[in-house]
């Protein structure tokens, strides 16, 4: 289940810490959100809100000392301390999932991952893996550049489905698992004539839940 949270432009960000601010069970599905702390501007150049939640017991926590001058943006400019953590499996072969579940087959979602390289690999190592929607093909592979943002999002919803999941998960020549800085989660919201006092059927995209580690 996914909560909808009115922030002050009607999104979160959440990153992935180990203070537990939503807290992510053991099938790694969101169920509850504890307020504990919050990053926005100056953090935040948009004054984005970003809060924290604890990762499931499948993943490890990576992290480096990270500021706004070391990270190399994208037009995005996620905040650099949500940057500066992130998550991995434990088990090197298996894939980092998580997922969703709709209120109605007919919701549609856009989804948004950023990605950053907290390690700086050795010459024998590579980070590259795959990204998939329900077994779609979101993007992919997928190389993070150390200290480079990147952000992968969905340019078409993910509608017609009860549960979503997404999947990061190694190539064959990957010698390291995947990462996940952050994701964003958002349901697409139908207005009225009424609400809009414009056209019937515009649409806007309403917060659901969105993360960074």
């Known amino acids: 289940m996914l909560f909808q949270i009115i ?21 790694n599905s969101i169920t509850d ?3 504990l702390v919050i990053y926005r501007y100056k953090d935040d150049v948009y004054d ?9 017991n499948d993943w490890a926590r990576l992290n480096t000392s990270l500021n706004n001058d070391d990270l190399v943006q994208d037009r995005y400019k996620p905040a ?6 992130a998550v991995t499996s434990l088990n090197a072969s298996a894939p980092l999932q998580f997922h969703w579940d709709a209120d109605n087959e007919n919701d549609q ?13 050795a010459e024998n190592e590579t ?27 969905c340019r078409k919803p993910s509608t017609r489905a009860k549960r979503y999941q997404i999947s990061l998960s190694k190539t064959e020549n990957s010698t ?18 009424s609400e809009t006092q ?7 995209l309403n917060f659901l839940v969105s993360f960074a580690v």
């Open 198 to 204: 414009q056209e019937d059927g515009m649409l806007a």
């Open 80 to 85: 650099a301390i949500v940057m500066s953590t």
């Open 127 to 153: 980070r590259a893996f795959i990204i998939t929607v329900n077994r779609d093909l979101l993007y992919g592979p997928l190389i993070p550049k150390y200290q480079k943002v990147t952000t992968v999002y």
């Open 33 to 35: 959100i504890y307020f």
């Open 7 to 27: 922030s002050q432009k009607d999104s979160l960000r959440y990153y992935l810490l180990t203070l537990l601010f939503i807290y992510i069970n053991a099938s």
């Open 109 to 121: 979602y856009y989804s948004y991952l950023l990605f950053n390289e907290v390690e700086k690999l």
């Open 48 to 56: 984005r809100i970003w809060l924290p939640y604890e990762s499931s």
């Open 176 to 193: 390291l698992p995947p990462i996940l800085n952050a994701f964003e989660i958002y349901k697409v919201k139908e207005f009225s004539r």
